[in-house]
């Protein structure tokens, strides 16, 4: 006889801020990731749009709203653009390492100063070492922290100027949260780098898809998402890849958007900031 098949019990979060678009409300449903199943269940909630956090995985479930859009970069067709090209190249001498899911820290110093300049209200703002632990250890599936670390001429351990905490799921590499030196005097990027790296790295260990959470056009901070081509987006009807036109014509807003909140005078389209906050 074969044991019962045990299907998650699933929950819906009371109405809160949605941190994304002003004067919206969000709400979440998620469960509990737990046992030896867990990275078959995180697997498959996240081709429907879940991502995870510690031990939960969780998706907008919002009643009038839906703007949070999951998205993928499709490893081995990857595209990048002149601007991606430059950033790689100028950053292509970092050391990528892939450590197991243990905080250090040095780890939890840099992502401070990161949170003081990228998001210096957000929620994120109050973590304290303990905080982090909890983020980067309580993980019940296959994670890892990618540090990249700056080269030194007798090959010893070099300044740590950006990190990752990513899952290794059965089709793609999750991007759960990355972080990385903002203030770097000669370094310009690394966001964007970071990004470029995984979805090298997928394509080179065979993996079809790097995940990056929700876009949200329409929210200044979730606009970088769409410049990574090609990219396909869940909908009803399931994954399906922008049109190059259409993405091409995000990719202008998202430009534009992000030069107005950073109050710089509108440029050429297409051209991407160097570097940009990492979060859903």
């Known amino acids: 006889m074969t ?19 002003p004067g919206r409300s969000e709400r979440k449903v998620f469960t509990e990731l737990k046992g030896d199943k867990a990275d078959d269940l995180n697997d498959a909630l996240s081709r429907i749009g879940f991502r995870r956090s510690q031990t939960v995985a969780y ?32 950053n292509s001498d970092l050391v990528m390492t892939v450590c197991k899911p243990w905080s250090t820290p040095e780890q939890f110093e840099l992502l401070q100063r990161y949170l003081s300049v990228r998001h210096p209200g957000g929620g994120m703002a109050t973590m304290d070492e ?10 019940p599936v296959k994670s890892y922290v990618i540090e990249y670390r ?27 949260y990355s972080f990385y030196d903002p ?24 993996l079809p898809y790097v995940y990056l959470g929700y876009w949200v056009e329409g929210s200044d901070r979730m606009q970088y998402k769409v410049r990574f081509r090609p990219m396909e987006r869940l909908g009803r009807d399931g994954w399906t890849r922008f ?18 909140a950073e109050g710089l005078p509108a440029g050429k389209d297409g051209v991407e900031p160097a570097n940009f906050a990492r979060t859903g």
């Open 243 to 260: 049109e190059p036109d259409e993405q091409a014509d995000a990719i202008v807003r998202a430009a534009a958007m992000q030069r107005s």
């Open 3 to 21: 044991a019962p098949v045990r299907f998650p019990r699933f929950f819906v979060t009371s109405p809160g801020p949605c941190p994304y678009l």
């Open 59 to 90: 998706r907008p479930s919002c009643v009038d709203c839906s703007a949070c859009v999951s998205v993928r970069v499709v490893a081995d067709a990857f595209a990048p653009s002149a601007s991606q090209k430059r950033i790689h190249k100028r």
């Open 150 to 176: 700056e080269p030194t001429k007798d090959g010893s351990q070099g300044r740590l100027v950006g990190a990752c905490l990513t899952d290794h799921q059965g089709d793609g590499l999750s991007m759960i």
């Open 183 to 206: 203030h770097h005097e000669t370094r310009t990027g690394l966001g964007t780098y970071i990004i470029i790296d995984h979805i090298l790295h997928a394509a080179r260990i065979g």
């Open 130 to 139: 303990m905080d982090f632990a909890d983020m980067v250890e309580h993980t």
